[in-house]
């Protein structure tokens, strides 16, 4: 990858309480927390998760929605999650994310097989929520 491509850098989800999304994500999907410490001590406005070096999930709680100024219409996107986040892993990373979901008596969905993404054919992927509503798609390649 050149430093000229273009990269997902964020997502932001809206969340009720931000400490426990970053519990969760970090117990449940295996995302390491950032920014947690700061937040709880009222240092900074949200905390994150790193799904890669350079991709986080910011999780910011909806209490804030109606301060969200600078996009017209920004804080009625509160409480409506976008259609889903996909989550790539290796295999073996797949499996294990799948059981510590259900070990938490996640809902997952059924396999789906042959789905097209970002390195296009996935071999299996299936759909969980977050504890806010969010869906996510988790899938591997190889």
Request: hydrophobic share 40%; net charge negative; charged share 25%.
């Amino acid at each position: 990858m050149t430093d000229d491509t273009t990269r997902l850098d964020h997502v932001v989800l809206w969340v009720r309480d931000p400490i426990a999304a970053a519990h969760f994500y970090e117990k449940a999907i295996g995302l390491r927390p950032v920014r947690l410490t700061e937040y709880a001590a009222g240092q900074v406005p949200f905390p994150s998760v790193r799904v890669n070096e350079e991709t986080i999930l910011d999780l910011m709680p909806r209490t804030v929605a109606e301060h969200m100024t600078m996009v017209p219409g920004a804080a009625d996107s509160a409480g409506h999650p976008v259609n889903h986040v996909c989550l790539s892993y290796k295999a073996d990373d797949f499996e294990a994310l799948r059981a510590r979901l259900e070990e938490r008596d996640v809902p997952v969905s059924d396999f789906s097989y042959d789905a097209f993404g970002a390195r296009g054919m996935a071999r299996r992927s299936f759909y969980f929520r977050d504890p806010d509503g969010n869906v996510f798609e988790a899938r591997h390649y190889e």
